[in-house]
C-alpha cells in the first residue's frame, strides 16, 4: 500500500532533550516536506527536500533540523525542544514540486512540557 | 510573497444545500492551487488541484473548484452538502513552475453541514 509514514504518533517530553521524528514513504517520491499544524494558524511549511541532500527551509524552520540522506526518509530533528514546539507534525511526499499531488502521513502529536 | 486567505474560520450548511467555502490567493507568478481536507485524527487528504487549462475542476467526493484569475480566487464548491463533508479543509498555492518547492497553506475552514 502507498503510504506515509511517521514515528512516533504521539509523543511527551521535556524542554531540551533531543527528538527525532521518523518519516518513510514508499512511493519513490522526490520530494519531501514537514508541517506544523495549530490552531488559527493552519499549517506551516518547516522544511522540504527536493531531492536526496537536497533541502531547503521553509516558513518556520527555526529550531528545526532535517536530512535527507535517501530518497525514502526525512527525519525531523528538535535538538533542543522548546514548549512553543509543542504542535501537530505532518510529513509529506510526492513526485515533485510544482503542481505534483502531496501524500500526508497520519501526523505525529508532540507536546514539550 | 505568496499568501493564501480564508477569509472564514467557519461555515455552516443545512445537508442538501448548496456549499462554498472561499480561498483567495496572491502569488507573484501563475499559480498552482490546491484543495485539501482533514478529518478529525486524520491526516490530510487531496481533493483537486488547479495547474492550467480549465477554469473549473472537478475533484474528489462531488466537490468543484472555479479558478478566477481576476478575483484570484479558487473558492470551493459542492451542490448539494453531506453531514459527512463535515470537516476542516485548506486551500494552498504554490508558484508555478516547478522550481518553487515551498507551499503555502490557508489557516483552514471548519465546514459544519447540520442534517
Known amino acids: 500500500e502507498a503510504q506515509v509514514t511517521q514515528n512516533p504518533r504521539y509523543l511527551i517530553t521535556v524542554t531540551g532533550k533531543k527528538l527525532t521524528v521518523t518519516c518513510s514513504q514508499n512511493?519513490?517520491?522526490?520530494?519531501m516536506s514537514w508541517y506544523r499544524q495549530d490552531p488559527g494558524l493552519g499549517l506551516r511549511q518547516i522544511y522540504y527536500s527536493m531531492n536526496v541532500e537536497v533541502t531547503d527551509k521553509g516558513d518556520v524552520p527555526e529550531g528545526y533540523k532535517v536530512s535527507r540522506k535517501e530518497k525514502r526518509n526525512f527525519p525531523l530533528i528538535l535538538e533542543s525542544p522548546s514548549p512553543n514546539q509543542t504542535s501537530l507534525y505532518f510529513c509529506?511526499?510526492?513526485f515533485g514540486a510544482g503542481g505534483y499531488t502531496q501524500y500526508f502521513g497520519p501526523g505525529t502529536r508532540l507536546t514539550v512540557l | 510573497a505568496q499568501s493564501v486567505a480564508q477569509p472564514e474560520d467557519q461555515v455552516n450548511v443545512a445537508e442538501g444545500n448548496p456549499l462554498t467555502v472561499k480561498c483567495t490567493y496572491s502569488?507573484?507568478?501563475?499559480?498552482?492551487l490546491f484543495w485539501y481536507v482533514q478529518y478529525p485524527n486524520r491526516g490530510l487528504q487531496f481533493l483537486l488541484k488547479y495547474i492550467t487549462g480549465d477554469n473549473l475542476v472537478k475533484g474528489s467526493y462531488g466537490f468543484e473548484a472555479e479558478f478566477n484569475k481576476s478575483q484570484t480566487s479558487f473558492h470551493l464548491k459542492k451542490p448539494s452538502a453531506l453531514v459527512s463533508d463535515s470537516a476542516l479543509y485548506f486551500c494552498?498555492?504554490?508558484?508555478?513552475?516547478?522550481?518553487?518547492?515551498?507551499?503555502?497553506f490557508g489557516k483552514g475552514t471548519k465546514l459544519s453541514v447540520k442534517p
Open positions: 512511493m519513490n517520491h522526490e520530494y
Open positions: 502569488v507573484s507568478g501563475n499559480p498552482y
Open positions: 494552498a498555492v504554490r508558484v508555478g513552475g516547478g522550481s518553487q518547492g515551498n507551499l503555502i
Open positions: 509529506a511526499s510526492s
